[in-house]
């Protein structure tokens, strides 16, 4: 039987907010990244949907003890599907890769109730800088669909529950590239 791995795209391409052992930079095929919104959770999160034109960088990492069930956890408000032969990466022997997507007729678009959170965006776009470079930031941005979601400003007091400090390059670059895609950002009720 093969090792699991699942690939990470979101937050879990940013090291500091796992353990999780064996991890290397990859690529799936066929899939793209898009903001999208599920009654699971308070505010919006990335998920990958299908897309056979789309190609998206993450990580892939081994499943802790081949046991779904804590990553099954963290990842609850996604269903897991199998995606062995469409990811690259560097390992060797043979592994079971899958990636958490939440269905088609089980999200919905963004809104003013439930937002993106910069604290989110900045944890992913730490990982995709520490993993691929800027170049890799840039690909983030450019291959996830859905900027016209509302992002709520909480960098001075984070909600993303895996929060990461940024320095002022990293939160700088995030900024830039928020502006280059005329995002809007909503400052939180006081």
Not at 46 to 52: E, Y
Not at 134 to 142: K, M, N, Q, Y
Request: glycine residues 6%; aromatic residues 10%.
């Amino acid at each position: 039987m093969s090792a699991p791995y699942f690939f990470g795209y979101g937050s879990l391409v940013n090291r500091k907010t796992h353990t999780y052992e064996d991890a290397h930079p990859a690529r799936l095929r066929g899939w793209r990244r898009v903001w999208r919104h599920t009654n699971l959770r308070p505010v919006a999160y990335l998920t990958a949907v299908p897309d056979t034109s789309a190609e998206i960088d993450g990580l892939i990492a081994h499943v802790p003890n081949d046991d779904w069930d804590a990553l099954d956890y963290r990842e609850r408000a996604y269903d897991r599907e199998p995606v062995c032969q469409a990811v690259s990466h560097p390992k060797t022997d043979q592994i079971n890769i899958a990636v958490y997507t939440v269905p088609h007729g089980k999200h919905g678009t963004p809104t003013e109730e439930h937002p993106v959170l910069l604290s989110y965006i900045d944890v992913v776009a730490q990982g995709y800088l520490q993993e691929f470079g800027e170049a890799g930031v840039a690909h983030f941005f450019d291959t996830t669909a859905g900027w016209s979601a509302p992002i709520l400003n909480d960098r001075a007091n984070p909600i993303y529950p895996r929060y990461q400090s940024l320095s002022a390059d990293e939160t700088g670059l995030v900024d830039d590239h928020l502006r280059a895609l005329k995002v809007s950002l909503r400052d939180p009720d006081i």
